[in-house]
């Protein structure tokens, strides 16, 4: 299953590079606004994006990290090291500006520790390096939750946990509601500190019956480095999953990163 979400998110990722724009802003970020998304994507120099996997953990802190970076320029080369361990990289991919690279393999990680990151862009005689330190709480802590189960004909009040003592920057709430051969998507964005969220079932009333129900949490964390050449980003995500034959689940779902990027760099040329 995380195999296709990773795959199908680069997919939809290249198809909207096409439409970048740079971001130019030495403004401190302010929290970004997802529930307007405007029609334009990121162009930063370096965007190291960081998806964190905390269902393998054994204690408090300890994820698998799935990441990408990207590289402005054209014909360019990068790579990338994280804890002093190169990462290699699995899959490129081109846009208008630059390169996507992708590991196909996990790094592990602890959030409760320093993670250190050096990108070097074409490595050799022209090469530039950009290090740095994402310092403990930089990174989200671990999603659990939400915990409610769905009933068709009342409002979804969910409440969640988060795994640690420091919050986001923010969480994205999405939904989606299939009925009626028919799908309605609900997107909010609450603070980090917020766990519940009251969703009113008149919002899916025109699809009854339904026929599947999905409820997310997505906490993220985003910081300006390098004087503002890298972005590093931090999503940890838990969710629920129902559908009308009665079985439910919590597993975990990819957030879009396309929506993640273009807010943020809506956020930052404020």
Not at 32 to 43: A, H, I
Not at 175 to 203: C, W
Not at 210 to 222: D, G, K, L, P, R
Request: glycine share 6%; with cysteine.
């Amino acid at each position: 299953m995380k195999v296709y979400l990773r795959f199908f998110l680069l997919v939809a990722l290249g198809l909207t590079l096409f439409v970048a724009m740079s971001c130019s802003s030495d403004d401190k970020p302010t929290t970004p606004n997802f529930e307007n998304v405007s029609p334009y994507l990121w162009d930063y120099d370096h965007v190291l994006w960081f998806d964190l996997d905390y269902d393998y953990a054994d204690k408090l802190g300890n994820t698998r990290a799935w990441i990408w970076f990207t590289v402005k320029g054209i014909d360019t080369e990068a790579t990338l090291t994280i804890n002093n361990v190169d990462v290699p990289m699995a899959y490129c991919d081109s846009y208008t500006k630059g390169r996507i690279y992708f590991a196909d393999t996990y790094v592990e990680l602890n959030t409760n520790q320093p993670v250190s990151y050096k990108i070097t862009k074409n490595p050799g005689a022209n090469e530039k390096l950009y290090r740095g330190t994402i310092e403990v709480g930089q990174l989200p802590d671990e999603v659990d939750g939400p915990t409610a189960q769905f009933i068709e004909t009342n409002n979804y009040a969910p409440n969640w946990t988060i795994i640690g003592d420091i919050d986001p920057n923010f969480q994205l709430i999405e939904a989606a509601i299939h009925g009626d051969e028919q799908i309605k998507y609900y997107t909010r964005q609450v603070p980090g500190s917020e766990r519940n969220h009251l969703l009113y079932s008149t919002f899916w009333q025109e699809l009854l019956p339904v026929e599947e129900f999905s409820f997310y949490v997505n906490a993220i964390t985003y910081k300006m480095r390098n004087s503002n050449k890298v972005l590093t980003v931090g999503v940890s995500y838990d969710g629920y999953e129902w559908w009308n034959f009665g079985k439910d689940n919590g597993q975990s779902r990819k957030l879009n990163v396309a929506r993640v990027m273009e807010t943020i760099n809506q956020d930052l040329q404020k």
